[in-house]
């Protein structure tokens, strides 16, 4: 069983930057492609950002390109999120979940685990 926790919400203004990172507890974790999603009041979940299980691929939604930055640190287990001049529009629950394929993709449905979320507010 991988459990995931997250960490780092909070309420910002636009413009500012928030980190955002994500506990993984398991003994393989060099083997799961990890990825940020997010929820924001009244819309579907959505990807943000994806990182391959070797590090060497990274994926990011349009929305986030360029702003966002995922990253993974195989000793301690963890996968951040650092956000950079945040919008309103970035205001959403976001989740980590682990894709046991490796590859880190933009479909939810291959993420077999995930973390419980943590609350992002931007204010304009």
């Known amino acids: 069983q991988v459990q995931l926790a997250e960490s780092g919400g909070g309420l910002v203004q636009a413009g500012a930057s928030l980190g955002l990172s994500c506990a993984v507890s398991?003994?393989?974790?060099?083997?799961?492609?990890l990825g940020w999603f997010r929820r924001a009041p009244g819309k579907e979940r959505e990807f943000v950002a994806a990182v391959s299980g070797s590090g060497g691929r990274n994926d990011y939604a349009d929305s986030v390109a360029g702003r966002f930055t995922i990253s993974r640190d195989d000793v301690r287990n963890t996968v951040s999120l650092q956000m950079n001049d945040l919008k309103p529009e970035d205001t959403a629950v976001y989740f980590c979940?682990?894709?046991?394929?490796?590859?880190?993709?933009?479909?939810?449905?291959?993420?077999?685990?995930w973390g419980r979320g943590t609350r992002v507010t931007v204010s304009s």
């Open positions: 398991t003994r393989a974790f060099g083997n799961y492609g």
């Open positions: 979940a682990a894709d046991v394929s490796g590859w880190g993709h933009r479909s939810a449905d291959r993420y077999l685990y």
